[in-house]
């Protein structure tokens, strides 16, 4: 089976400007997040994965599983992640330019949650590059073959997605685990 393409960028919806080119990697949790979908392969089909990431931390905020990458699979990662980590205003919420993504309720919890919108460059996947490194990651360490069903992938990710945040180690974090690195910020003065 043919791996499906996870962005449709040909949208009307319009575009939000790149706000990460310039700049420097955030120091503070909740001032970045980056999003992105996958797929996930499944014996009959295929279901899709949508994160958001804590870009100071590299902490799997929120996630979703599911048989569609529609606007709803997205909002539902999105709406877990503002629910758990309440993050203060103007947090920059970085994703491709999928039409998921631009959806106008979409944009309207991004608006309510007073985050900043960000895009990356039309065919530049060098701009979101921390997901694509973290989905990755995560289909390399799964040894992600195709699972029988959606119950067993959720069960499966929701696993690799607690060890990840809690143990797996970053050389980006100085080899600390995402929910370590994020203690040793708080304690920091």
């Given at each position: 089976?043919?791996?499906?393409?996870?962005?449709?960028?040909?949208?009307?919806l319009?575009?939000?400007?790149n706000?990460?080119?310039k700049?420097?990697?955030?120091?503070?949790?909740?001032?970045?997040?980056?999003?992105?979908?996958?797929?996930?392969?499944?014996?009959?089909?295929?279901?899709?994965?949508?994160?958001?990431?804590d870009?100071?931390?590299?902490?799997?905020?929120?996630?979703?599983?599911?048989?569609?990458?529609?606007?709803?699979?997205?909002?539902?990662?999105?709406?877990?992640?503002?629910?758990?980590?309440?993050?203060?205003?103007?947090?920059?919420?970085?994703?491709?330019?999928?039409?998921?993504?631009?959806?106008?309720e979409?944009?309207?919890?991004?608006?309510?949650?007073?985050?900043?919108?960000s895009?990356?460059?039309?065919?530049?996947?060098?701009?979101?590059?921390?997901?694509?490194?973290?989905?990755?990651?995560?289909?390399?360490?799964?040894?992600?073959?195709?699972?029988?069903?959606?119950?067993?992938?959720?069960?499966?990710?929701?696993?690799?997605?607690?060890?990840?945040?809690?143990?797996?180690?970053?050389?980006?974090?100085?080899?600390?685990?995402?929910?370590a690195?994020e203690?040793?910020?708080?304690?920091?003065?």
């Amino acid at each position: 089976q043919r791996p499906p393409k996870t962005t449709n960028s040909h949208h009307t919806l319009g575009y939000s400007p790149n706000l990460l080119l310039k700049m420097p990697p955030p120091t503070k949790l909740n001032r970045v997040w980056v999003v992105d979908i996958t797929y996930i392969p499944l014996q009959s089909c295929f279901a899709f994965l949508a994160l958001v990431l804590d870009l100071c931390s590299r902490r799997v905020v929120g996630w979703s599983l599911a048989d569609h990458m529609t606007e709803p699979l997205v909002l539902d990662a999105l709406q877990h992640a503002i629910s758990d980590r309440q993050p203060p205003p103007d947090l920059i919420h970085h994703s491709d330019r999928g039409g998921q993504y631009a959806g106008h309720e979409y944009r309207a919890v991004l608006r309510r949650a007073a985050m900043r919108q960000s895009m990356s460059r039309a065919a530049n996947c060098y701009d979101n590059a921390f997901m694509e490194s973290c989905f990755g990651t995560i289909k390399t360490e799964l040894e992600m073959t195709e699972y029988q069903n959606s119950r067993q992938a959720r069960c499966e990710i929701a696993s690799y997605l607690a060890y990840y945040n809690t143990e797996r180690r970053h050389s980006s974090l100085d080899y600390l685990s995402p929910a370590a690195f994020e203690a040793q910020l708080t304690l920091s003065p």
